[in-house]
């Protein structure tokens, strides 16, 4: 067996190859010469973006979610100019809040649900209530998951409570994650 001759799939695909001799470089090797950038592939100087919950209907937990996870509270309403203009879509996930989501997605997807210049990032579900959903409820989950990403709250019973001091669950640290930047630097 010759031992000069790579061994490898690309042996059996095409045969030995050979290994090309080093080009000698005659003298210093110049500097390279900064190619221009054009700007439209310039990107802006990334900063952390923020975000607006937006409820889907009464009670879906815009005012805990932005009390826990930082971020602006828009309850029902789309975010005005001064909020953040990165919309978080919240809803319970009992058939009416899931409806609802469905929705407003499609509204949005054909233009008639929000002002222009919003950006619809996602839809926080949040558990109504402990325990496993139901199947039909569980389905419905999907199809939104179909169209949009999805980040589920479960039942928090100190929230129920009033007591948004501790960390949020860690069933949510993608959530956690997403909004975190945004919270690191709106906190001095």
Do not use: N
Not at 84 to 101: F, N, W
Not at 169 to 188: D, F, H, K
Request: proline share 16%; hydrophobic share 40%.
């Amino acid at each position: 067996m010759r031992t000069d001759v790579p061994l490898g799939p690309e042996i059996w695909l095409r045969g030995p190859v050979p290994t090309p001799a080093p080009v000698p470089v005659p003298g210093p090797v110049p500097a390279p010469v900064p190619v221009p950038v054009p700007p439209e592939f310039v990107h802006p100087s990334a900063t952390p973006r923020r975000y607006s919950f937006v409820g889907v209907h009464g009670g879906a937990g815009t005012t805990t979610l932005a009390a826990v996870y930082g971020g602006h509270d828009c309850g029902r309403d789309w975010p005005g100019p001064a909020a953040p203009q990165s919309v978080l879509l919240v809803a319970r996930t009992h058939a009416a809040g899931l409806h609802s989501a469905l929705h407003i997605l499609e509204a949005f997807r054909r233009g008639e649900a929000a002002p222009p210049g919003l950006d619809l990032d996602a839809v926080v579900l949040v558990a109504d209530a402990p325990g496993r959903l139901p199947r039909p409820l569980a389905q419905r989950i999907k199809v939104i998951e179909s169209a949009i990403d999805v980040y589920r709250v479960p039942w928090v019973p100190a929230w129920r409570l009033g007591d948004l001091t501790g960390p949020p669950p860690r069933e949510t640290g993608t959530l956690t994650r997403l909004t975190a930047s945004a919270t690191a630097t709106a906190t001095p």
